[in-house]
């Protein structure tokens, strides 16, 4: 099976799951959480699509980059986040 990910792909993916983060994020406010929790919400909001593994957590830090979501990692063996509060 051949993988793609040329810019628009990334787009697509983006613009599919973005929302989805952020909804997340907006929710939880102060609140610590694992990837796998961000990975099954966003699973669980954009169903019948499906959602690469990591695709949740490549945008996540896509959206932190662009200083759209307020989101840090405390313990990266873990997989632990904090939602900044703002």
Do not use: C
Not at 34 to 51: I, K
Not at 52 to 67: C, F, H, N, T, Y
């Amino acid at each position: 099976m051949m993988m793609l990910d040329s810019p628009s792909d990334r787009a697509r993916v983006r613009s599919n799951i973005a929302g989805s983060i952020r909804k997340f994020v907006a929710a939880r406010h102060g609140e610590t959480f694992t990837m796998a929790d961000l990975t099954a919400f966003v699973a669980r909001d954009v169903w019948p699509h499906s959602v690469a593994p990591d695709s949740a957590g490549r945008i996540m830090r896509q959206l932190v980059a662009d200083k759209l979501i307020d989101v840090v990692l405390v313990d990266r063996s873990r997989s632990l986040y904090l939602i900044e509060a703002s």
